[in-house]
Every structure is written in C-alpha cells, then in structure tokens.
C-alpha cells in the first residue's frame, strides 16, 4: 500500500465528517437563503446552494474505500469488483448541468422581472397583484 492510501485510511472518519458536514453545512445554508431572504437573487443563490450540497452528498455516499474509478485500463481489466459505482457518478454530472440551466433560467427571470417592475424584492412584488 503505498505512503497516500496510508494517509487516506489513517484519517478516513474525519474525512467522512468533513464530507458530509459540508454537504449538510451546504444544504442548510441554502434552505436559511431560501425561507428567509426577500431578495430574488438570493433566493436563486440559496436553491444553487441546495443543489451542490445534494451533489456534494452524493459523491460522498458513492464513494467506496480502496476501490478505483470505473475506468478499465491496463491491469485492471479483471478488477471489477475493486471498482467505484459508476451511476452516482453519472447522477451527479447530469444534476449538475441541470442544475446550471435552472439557475440560469431563474436568473434571467429575475433580470425580467427587475427591469419591468423596478424591483427584485419578494413582498413588493406580492403587492403588485391584479
């Protein structure tokens, strides 16, 4: 076993609680920007939080000790019980490039409902119903 997966293996619980700490850190910043925010943009920027904490939380759940990525290259040809899950992988790329369109999309909603009301602040836009 080389010097790094020493390391890796001498300090994996508090890497684990790193891991999940920020992911749920992340989250709940988030969801606070989401129920207590006013302003649009921060609403946008909290549900962004949201989504790489979830993303975050995934890539730490898939990950497996002393396993390698699902790539079949020279030597490993036979070793595909000494290999990662490949689809949280694959769920985490896809919710990120969903995640940028939708963030996009609000944030150009935001832009449209700023320039036509002048405002980008939730409880005036309430008061400007029917």
Avoid at 5 to 14: D, G, N, V
């Amino acid at each position: 076993m080389s010097n790094y997966q020493e390391i890796i293996s001498q300090y994996r619980p508090l890497l684990e609680i790193i891991v999940y700490g920020s992911a749920v850190a992340l989250i709940l910043i988030g969801l606070y920007a989401v129920l207590v925010k006013k302003h649009l943009v921060k609403l946008v920027i909290g549900l962004s939080l949201i989504d790489s904490g979830v993303n975050l939380l995934f890539v730490g759940v898939g990950y497996v000790t002393n396993h390698t990525a699902p790539i079949f290259s020279p030597g490993f040809e036979t070793a595909a019980d000494k290999m990662v899950d490949p689809v949280p992988q694959a769920l985490v790329l896809t919710a990120i490039v969903i995640g940028f369109a939708v963030t996009a999309l609000a944030l150009s909603l935001v832009i449209r409902l700023y320039r036509h009301h002048k405002t980008a602040n939730v409880e005036q836009l309430n008061r400007l119903r029917w």
